[in-house]
């Protein structure tokens, strides 16, 4: 196999979040759970995504395992390898945003890497540096209350700066609509001023197309799925791309079983999708300080619940709590160990559901997708069509359960109905 695109994509949600956007756009792409066991049959592809869960770990752990994916890529043909990041820049000051871009392009070979979370179609723009999450500066967002990696920051350079070694700079709004040789001259006058890493602002699809020209002839980019747009289009353009048979209706073949959805993400719109779920399917609101201090019991009582309701219909169990209850529970068990912790009792409800017949699951929540998938040992996923912007249909590839239909949600992806029309595709 040999690949034109490679990521690596630092969670699972992300990641199928870029692989739907490079599906779109015109490249043949297929999601891999960390690097792919080399007797693994990988369909013949353009792009390959490499799941990552390494948002929210120390950052040289990061490092490396980003650095172990990038050799993958690099010797399976990758010419250009994005850095998949949240469309919302979530990372702490300790984060790794900064570090993995730096090592990526140090064993590139160096160069200025182009940087933007700016995601047109789900509201994320960037103007002089700043991320705008829909109306609102990325610290006035719902992401400030972020379980994990709350955001009090708007301005990216600084942000990024504080994870760097390297001097940060901008590429800004005029220079990007002055086309993709403007952009190339600021990349080099920042190189010459000793910068490594830029924050490109973008607002609209066509900042991202003259980004994505401007990225492909670096080695490095670090983004969120709008730079994958940019970068599809100028591969198509460029006439690189051998035509291929859609694979998006293989991918959505019925795989029966019971369906269910599990929530793990605290985001505003995933508690208000799960209020509008409520009203027409079965919702178990899981008790997180029990997930803590007593989990088999209350693991034990989720599974006798749904074991009573799954053969009627799709069934809903979910950790998700509101800013308030999260931050309770937080200063009284750590941030960190609340998180891990409720990961593993709902990732241990989604296997023995599984184990139970469940083959169409939907999983809300970043950081709870990675413990999912994990724990059910699917090695990769074949890419099907879009149920919302950002979250596409997979249907998994060696999957030792058998064949699955699966969404992971990124938390705030997806419309007030996104579990009715999640479910609606996937039979
Ligand atoms: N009630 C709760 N209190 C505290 N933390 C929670 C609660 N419910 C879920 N969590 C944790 O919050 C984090 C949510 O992150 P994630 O799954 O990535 O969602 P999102 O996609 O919204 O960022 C996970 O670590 C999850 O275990
Ligand atoms: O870029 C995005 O916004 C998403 O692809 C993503 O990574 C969201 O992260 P989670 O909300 O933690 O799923």
Redesign the pocket.
């Known amino acids: 196999m040999t690949i034109l695109l490679g990521s690596i994509a630092d ?1 699972y ?1 992300g990641a199928s979040d870029l692989a739907n956007t490079l599906t779109k756009n015109g490249l043949a792409t297929v999601q891999t759970v960390g690097i792919p066991d080399p007797s693994l049959a990988l369909p013949d592809v353009d792009a390959v995504v490499v799941s990552l869960k390494i ?2 770990v120390p950052a040289d752990e990061a490092v490396v395992a980003a650095g172990q994916a990038e050799r993958w890529l690099r010797d399976h043909g990758a010419g250009h390898v994005l850095y998949k990041i949240c469309s919302t820049f ?1 990372s702490t000051d300790a984060g790794n945003i900064g570090p993995v871009t730096e090592a990526l392009s140090t064993a590139a070979g160096g160069g200025v890497v182009l940087v933007t979370p700016a995601f047109p179609e789900t509201g994320r723009t960037v103007y002089l540096g700043h991320l705008f999450v829909g109306t609102e500066p990325l610290n006035e967002s719902p992401l400030k209350d ?4 709350p955001m009090h920051d708007a301005n990216l350079v600084r942000v990024m700066a504080r994870q760097s070694r390297g001097r940060i700079g901008l590429v800004d709004l005029a220079t990007v609509s002055a086309g993709a040789p403007a952009v190339r001259a600021r990349l080099d006058k920042l190189r010459a001023e000793g910068v490594t890493a830029a924050i490109a602002d973008a607002i609209f699809e066509r900042d991202l197309e003259i980004l994505g020209e401007a990225a492909l002839e670096t080695p490095v980019s670090t983004a969120a799925s709008g730079l994958g747009l940019g970068l599809a289009r100028a591969l198509v353009r460029s006439g690189r791309v051998p035509p291929k048979a859609t694979a998006a209706a293989d991918a959505i073949r019925p795989v029966g079983g019971h369906a269910a959805i599990i929530a ?4 505003r719109a ?1 508690l208000r999708q799960l209020a509008v779920a409520e009203q027409s399917m079965p919702v178990l609101r ?1 008790d ?1 300080e029990k997930l803590l201090t007593a989990a088999p019991d209350e693991i034990s009582a989720a599974l006798s619940w749904a074991g009573e309701r799954m053969d009627a219909g799709p069934i809903i169990i979910a ?3 509101t800013p308030e ?2 931050s309770r ?2 200063s009284r068990y750590g ?1 960190e160990i ?6 593993a009792a ?1 990732s241990a409800i989604a296997a023995e559901l599984v184990a139970r017949g469940v083959r169409r699951l939907v999983v ?8 999912v998938v994990d724990q059910l040992g699917i090695p990769a996923f074949l890419i099907g069509p879009e149920i919302a912007p950002g979250v596409p249909v997979l249907r998994t590839i060696g999957n030792p359960q058998g064949d699955m239909l699966l969404a992971l ?4 992806f997806g419309g007030e109905d996104f579990f009715a029309a999640a479910l609606s595709v996937m039979h």
């Open positions: 969670d949600t948002r929210s979530d972020h379980p994990l990696n793990g993400s605290c985001s995933t899981l997180p950790a998700s709590a209850a999260v529970l937080q941030r609340s998180g891990r912790a409720i990961e709902t809300a929540g970043g950081e709870t997708s990675g413990a949600k990124s938390g705030n």
